[in-house]
């Protein structure tokens, strides 16, 4: 049996999707019950219950060979860091009280620098506490940027015809589609073969800057002249508020954005066959494209 945290989100789906698919048996956790339902009837056994309650996620684990973790969120919320805590813990006790072997967990790009990167931090403190656990073997996956941040902005060029964000328009980072992380995660735990604490960096196809990738973007929905605009920190605060952030995460994004500035989040392995995955952006685009056509 491999439990799946998150299983509706944009990389859980995939995991237990591709799970089914080679044949494992899979417990896929999740928040809704009517999100749920789909993997349900494609084979998954389900659990509905809040990933921050030790005692709801120590059940769904236990008797499990394999774990992907993550720590999912809400952009509302008030306090980042202390909901992040409190699931990063129970995600912890679950695994060691559940009796899991072997653990996938979902990080970032950056998760080694633990200060003044904004959400990335609270990463750094997951992959801390699952550092400590003892005769569990934990695979982590720093990925880059998700593509699928930028249908965020989709509302935003169409109302305003500006992409807008903190980084600067040449600063390449990598960039990398989150059906690539969700496909490693399948195949390392069906495979199940590190032995001790791993950490592994995902990078997509290739770095990427905000300038070529609105262009991209822009070219495939017929704006090729759309523009990047780099928006100072309060002004992009604001507006992140203002698009349904709670001001804690909103001062924490603009935070990681400053450091993705100054060169602090980034590839620490560099970039090799083994890190580097297939998706390029320029085909996500089409995707990009079409949700744009359908608001």
Not at 80 to 102: I, S, W
Request: no cysteine; glycine share 10%.
């Amino acid at each position: 049996m491999i439990v799946v945290m998150g299983a509706t989100g944009r990389t859980g789906k995939r995991v237990v999707e591709g799970l089914l698919r080679a044949g494992e048996k899979v417990r896929a956790i999740g928040r809704s019950e009517a999100s749920l339902a789909a993997l349900a009837r494609a084979g998954a056994e389900v659990r509905v219950g809040d990933s921050s309650d030790a005692a709801f996620l120590t059940a769904a684990f236990r008797g499990a060979s394999g774990a992907y973790t993550l720590l999912p969120y809400d952009l509302r919320v008030a306090d980042y860091r202390a909901q992040q805590d409190r699931m990063g813990e129970a995600v912890v006790t679950a695994v060691r009280e559940g009796g899991v072997g072997h653990v996938v967990a979902l990080s970032s790009v950056g998760a080694d620098q633990g200060v003044g990167t904004g959400p990335i931090d609270s990463l750094h403190a997951q992959e801390a506490r699952l550092r400590k656990l003892a005769g569990v073997n934990v695979l982590v996956l720093r990925a880059g940027s998700f593509f699928e941040n930028f249908f965020d902005v989709l509302p935003v060029i169409r109302h305003q015809g500006i992409n807008a964000d903190v980084v600067e328009p040449g600063r390449a980072v990598p960039m990398i589609g989150t059906r690539d992380i969700a496909d490693a995660a399948v195949t390392a735990l069906r495979a199940r073969d590190w032995k001790g604490f791993v950490v592994r960096e995902l990078l997509g196809p290739r770095d990427l800057s905000y300038d070529e990738a609105t262009r991209i973007l822009g070219e495939r929905i017929g704006q090729p002249e759309l523009p990047y605009v780099k928006l100072p920190p309060n002004e992009m605060a604001g507006a992140l508020v203002q698009g349904g952030f709670s001001e804690d995460l909103a001062r924490l994004y603009v935070e990681l954005a400053q450091a993705i500035n100054d060169g602090r989040v980034r590839s620490l392995e560099g970039r090799t066959p083994a890190n580097t995955t297939p998706t390029r952006f320029e085909d996500f685009a089409d995707e990009l494209a079409r949700a744009y056509a359908a608001m």
